[in-house]
């Protein structure tokens, strides 16, 4: 795999370094072609929001870490994209909320599993289910290759997390009387209208804060817990990240031209 080639001073360094990692993951099987340009419009989005956390994000986050650290069978979903972006995350955040990894691909193209399988052995996965003939179940609903599914994990689960995902499968999962936590900077999404809780955010900034606020409320009783969750409302959620994005392109519409010369963004 090839190196970076871009300077730390490159005023967009951080996200050029994202699709790097991305574009490096093409090669090995991890990332599906598609992944790149799901990325893209993800990265749009972000620009408009303002590539940061906003408070309702946080609020969102917080209920998804309600969600699972109540939930009996909780099943982290992991993809391509989020297998490349967050390896490492994800092992921690399945440690702290008891949750089973389990690879599930809209592309299920020959090695794409191994090779996420992988990657998260290598962040330090004891248990990686969904792999080959291990996804022996089959959601009908479901109308590509996401309908394969471990009997051991999405199958049994309460509540689902869905990174990244495409609309279709969020919608089987909900009518199954789960809980699906979403992550997507798209809140115009079907993914993001359909799921449980959406958090509208960059899955690298969201999955850190996530691991934290396991890890934080993990101690709290389940009633308070269970207030967390009651208190959340996706609608409102996904209402504030739309009014963000407005608001700010209508601010940076009265100013017109907001990159400087001399380095500001
Ligand atoms: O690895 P596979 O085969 O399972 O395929 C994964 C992709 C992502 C290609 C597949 O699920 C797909 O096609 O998804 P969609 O329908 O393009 O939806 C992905 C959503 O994620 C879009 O609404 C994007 O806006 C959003 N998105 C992309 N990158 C990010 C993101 N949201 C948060 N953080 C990102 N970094």
């Excluded at 691909?105 to 191994?114: I, K, N, S």
């Excluded at 996904?238 to 392109?249: F, G, P, V």
Aim: hydrophobic share 45%; aromatic share 2%; glycine share 6%.
């Amino acid at each position: 795999m090839t190196g970076t080639h871009v300077s730390r001073k490159h005023p967009r360094a951080e996200s050029i370094r994202i699709r790097e990692r991305l574009t490096r993951h093409i090669e090995t099987g991890v990332v599906a072609l598609a992944g790149l340009i799901a990325h893209g419009r993800g990265e749009a989005f972000d620009y408009i929001l303002g590539e940061k956390t906003t408070p309702s994000a946080r609020r969102a986050i917080a209920a998804a870490a309600a969600s699972l650290l109540l939930a009996e069978h909780p099943v982290l979903s992991v993809n391509g994209n989020v297998a490349a972006l967050c390896a490492e995350e994800l092992v921690k955040l399945a440690k702290a909320s008891n949750a089973k990894l389990e690879v599930n691909l809209f592309h299920r193209l020959p090695g794409r599993e191994a090779a996420i399988e992988k990657l998260l052995r290598d962040a330090g996965a004891e248990e990686v289910l969904g792999v080959g003939d291990a996804a022996s179940a089959r959601i009908d609903e479901v109308n590509s290759d996401r309908r394969m599914v471990d009997p051991r994990g999405i199958l049994v689960a309460d509540v689902v997390f869905v990174p990244l995902e495409d609309g279709d499968r969020t919608e089987a999962l909900r009518r199954m009387g789960k809980t699906v936590i979403a992550v997507d900077l798209n809140p115009l999404s079907r993914t993001a209208q359909l799921a449980s809780i959406t958090i509208v955010d960059n899955i690298v900034r969201a999955m850190p804060l996530l691991v934290s606020e396991v890890e934080r409320l993990r101690v709290r009783r389940k009633e308070e817990l269970r207030t967390v969750i009651s208190e959340f409302s996706n609608e409102d959620a996904l209402s504030d990240a739309m009014r963000r994005m407005e608001e700010r392109l209508h601010a940076l519409a009265e100013k017109g031209v907001y990159i400087e010369l001399n380095g500001g963004r």
